[in-house]
């Protein structure tokens, strides 16, 4: 029997919940906005990406908290302050959004030269 390491069933499982929120709109810009601050609050993403919609957001960060990607941190004060950050692992998610970034200029780039 396989141990869970080496087990591809694991490995596709594993992989398919994590796509199951990374790969919802907007997910991986939020937190490719996230990973430029300590912690930002909500109205400042909303300005960073303005045609996301605040359910939307507020959706996505919500999952996003859910899978612990990010912490929600709310001041007991008035008015209410909240701000979300990174965690550790999603900080470990930073290079690979680095790499997609490059990716993704390169490919621009790619296909301005096709036309």
């Keep these: 029997m ?3 390491k080496t087990n591809p069933t694991m490995i596709k499982c594993d992989v ?3 796509w199951k929120v990374l790969g919802k709109a907007w ?3 939020i ?3 996230l ?6 609050r909500f109205n400042e993403l909303k300005k ?3 045609e996301i919609s605040n359910t939307v957001l507020a959706d996505r960060l919500r999952e996003l908290e859910s899978e612990k990607l990010i912490v929600k941190k709310i001041y007991a004060q008035v008015p209410l302050k909240v701000e979300y950050s990174l965690t550790k692992d999603a900080k470990d998610l930073e290079i690979v959004l680095e790499e997609l ?3 993704i200029k390169k490919r621009e780039s790619v296909t301005k030269n096709k036309k």
């Design 16 to 18: 398919s919940d994590i």
């Design 27 to 29: 997910s991986l810009l």
């Design 31 to 33: 937190l490719k906005n």
């Design 2 to 4: 396989d141990s869970p």
């Design 101 to 103: 970034e490059r990716w």
């Design 48 to 50: 960073i990406l303005p």
């Design 35 to 40: 990973s430029t601050k300590e912690a930002i």
